[in-house]
């Protein structure tokens, strides 16, 4: 049974989070303090500075020879069990690549890292930190790569089809697709090209990287390239992002670290540590903050129609928690790591995953609205299976 003085430091936790947020939406809907321009300066430095300084932070100091291997695997098991059904709907043609894509993202990808160390902290105490950390580093290092990549498949097999016979071609100079390469909606957008099969083949070394020419009402010869060849495309593009992705930097560079520093037992440099804290210790508020001034920006909280909006609700806060609690059940786990897991997988939507959609165009307010007004009801749902799982 859950006490008051639980409930209260549960409270605690929450309140000054969601405080920041109404701030920061209140200094752009209300007071009109920042202008869109001010919103991009600091957004882009809680996304190239704050957030990434504070995955560095969590994930150097966490034990990587300690983990919960069961708690790891269940945590795996729900986002795979995920990906093979939205896999199998769209092999089967029961939906869209788009919504099977954005199914994947909402079931499985939780805003872990800001939201999910410091409420769970409070619910179930510090180890429940370590077990977060665990998450985050999965998500950085194989989920959200694994998430380029499907929308990297998407992207090249709609440019290739415009090029194929009987479909309209691209235009000279459309050739590129314009890909946001920082961690928010409101930074510069970047191009990087894709290079198409030339009609010679000569794509990954001589002609067996395409099928046989075909021409076009024009008589200009198009390819259709070949599986190696389109998954060696995408591949150079889920890299090229990934590079300039900060999170991946301080993710890998946390990990090495931890894997070095716990192995020797030696500790971080104090000169070393004290830069990195006193911007980590500040990135909760500035991410929340930074959340608010996001939600401030977009046009409408719910961006989709209503029966998306339920959709998108019933995968973050039901599907998701039901798949890992059976995920977790079967692998043995019980207690407080069984109720962690539920717990951590009902957390609101992580915003890298809208960042994301909105990149390549991927039912963008959908994903809004899993952000935005996921954000607005976790406080009231987190509690509510904090409530049900101390019964």
Excluded at 138 to 163: G, I, K, M, S, T
Excluded at 249 to 276: N, Q, T, Y
Excluded at 301 to 308: E, H, K, M, P
Aim: with cysteine; glycine share 6%; net charge positive.
């Amino acid at each position: 049974m859950i006490t008051w003085a639980e409930f209260y430091d549960v409270m605690v936790a929450m309140v000054p989070l969601y405080v920041a947020m109404i701030l920061a939406y209140g200094s752009v809907r209300w007071w009109a303090i920042f202008s869109p321009e001010q919103c991009a300066g600091i957004n882009r430095f809680v996304a190239v500075f704050a957030v990434p300084l504070l995955c560095f932070h969590f994930i150097a100091s966490n034990d990587p020879y300690k983990m919960n291997f069961r708690f790891v695997a269940a945590d795996s098991l729900q986002k795979i069990v995920v990906l093979f059904a939205a896999g199998m709907a769209y092999a089967r043609g029961g939906v869209a690549l788009d919504w099977a894509i954005s199914a994947f993202s909402l079931a499985t990808l939780a805003n872990t890292l800001v939201i999910g160390v410091p409420l769970l902290s409070a619910m179930y105490g510090d180890s429940s930190s370590s077990l977060m950390v665990q998450v985050v580093v999965l998500q950085c290092v194989v989920w959200h790569p694994l998430l380029l990549f499907c929308y990297e498949y998407r992207a090249a097999q709609a440019l290739l089809l415009a090029r194929l016979p009987g479909v309209s071609r691209v235009a000279p100079g459309e050739e590129e697709i314009s890909i946001d390469l920082s961690l928010n909606s409101v930074a510069r957008a970047k191009e990087i090209s894709l290079d198409i099969p030339s009609p010679r083949g000569e794509v990954g070394g001589g002609e067996e990287g395409c099928s046989s020419p075909r021409t076009t009402a024009t008589g200009s010869l198009q390819q259709k390239p070949s599986a190696m060849v389109m998954t060696k495309m995408i591949l150079i593009m889920v890299w090229r992002k990934l590079i300039r992705n900060p999170n991946t930097h301080s993710s890998l560079a946390g990990l090495v670290w931890s894997l070095i520093a716990f192995r020797w037992h030696f500790g971080m440099p104090r000169i070393v540590d004290k830069s990195i804290s006193i911007l980590s210790n500040a990135t909760l508020g500035m991410a929340m903050f930074s959340l608010g001034l996001f939600t401030a920006l977009q046009p409408k909280i719910l961006a989709c129609g209503r029966s998306a909006a339920i959709f998108t609700m019933v995968m973050r806060f039901i599907t998701g928690p039901a798949l890992i609690a059976a995920m977790a059940f079967a692998l043995g786990l019980r207690g407080n790591i069984l109720r962690i897991a539920i717990v951590q997988a009902a957390l609101p939507q992580g915003i890298v995953t809208f960042v994301f959609a909105k990149d390549y165009d991927v039912l963008p307010a959908v994903l809004s609205t899993g952000v935005i007004f996921g954000m607005l009801i976790a406080l009231p749902i987190t509690l509510l299976y904090y409530i049900i799982l101390g019964l």
